[in-house]
């Protein structure tokens, strides 16, 4: 009989670790927010992932909600969530976002932490939500501009190595046709949802009109390097990403101050 209680008594400290993993999910996702854009490959695989770790931590944590791993995980998860939302906002994403925002705001409530300092953090969040959302919507509207980006053409190098993408911009006056080139194996891919790396996008050619028909051109030299040609110019060739001249050097992956998980 002892023994069983023992046993008992041992199973929601040893549960509560379960909190680690969300607490390293949301840092996760919050880390990669700064560095990838994400994008939802398999609709129907990441909604049967949701489900499965929304039970398993959702459960978890609050059959645990008193163990103080649980309590401290359950706090945070709305600061970790707060770029998460503001910088991977879009329709498309609603479906990841929703979901982890109802987990992030039911496990804070249901937290074991006390009411007084639940209600400090909450004041607090609810004041870095609402200057991170009004700081990012005035970017957005003032500094980044009002444009309209569609992409009409989409192609790779033939090592895979590099990718160009053909942008139609409609602004207020005439636009612009613009073709921007950026490495293609940073990303990382979980099969239903994948992380691309953002920050090496160079553009390689921008004209001051849009609608154009422009299609780039990919083929190799004589070093089998690659080598991008528009309307019979080269706009770009693979030694340029790795010349030592640090003007250059603009995909090398060591400008970057942080690499999460290298692919």
């Not at 490959?41 to 909600?65: D, H, N, Q, W």
Request: one cysteine or more.
């Amino acid at each position: 009989m002892p023994e069983n209680r023992n046993t008992r008594s041992l199973i929601k400290p040893v549960m509560s670790l379960i909190s680690l993993g969300y607490a390293g999910l949301m840092g996760f996702l919050a880390f990669a927010s700064l560095y990838y854009d994400v994008q939802i490959v398999s609709k129907p695989a990441f909604v049967a992932l949701e489900i499965i770790l929304a039970v398993i931590f959702g459960g978890a944590m609050i059959y645990t909600r008193k163990q103080i791993l649980t309590s401290i995980a359950g706090l945070f998860g709305l600061l970790f969530y707060l770029p998460i939302v503001v910088l991977y906002y879009s329709p498309d994403n609603l479906i990841m976002l929703v979901p982890l925002g109802i987990l992030a705001v039911l496990l804070f409530f249901c937290s074991g932490a006390g009411e007084g300092i639940k209600t400090i953090l909450g004041t607090i969040y609810l004041l870095l939500y609402v200057i991170g959302i009004l700081a990012y919507y005035l970017y957005v509207s003032i500094f980044a501009g009002n444009t309209i980006d569609v992409v009409t053409f989409h192609s790779t190098s033939p090592s895979q190595s590099y990718r160009c993408y053909v942008l139609d911009i409609t602004d207020s006056s005439e636009g612009s046709t613009r073709v921007v080139i950026e490495p293609n194996t940073y990303d990382i891919d979980y099969g239903s949802i994948k992380f691309i790396e953002k920050g090496y996008k160079r553009t390689v050619y921008n004209v001051r009109k849009n609608k154009l028909n422009i299609i780039p051109e990919w083929s190799s030299d004589t070093s089998d390097r690659d080598v991008l040609t528009i309307n019979g110019e080269v706009r770009f060739r693979g030694s340029d990403a790795t010349n030592p001249d640090d003007a250059y050097r603009y995909f090398d992956v060591k400008k970057r101050k942080f690499r999460f998980l290298n692919s």
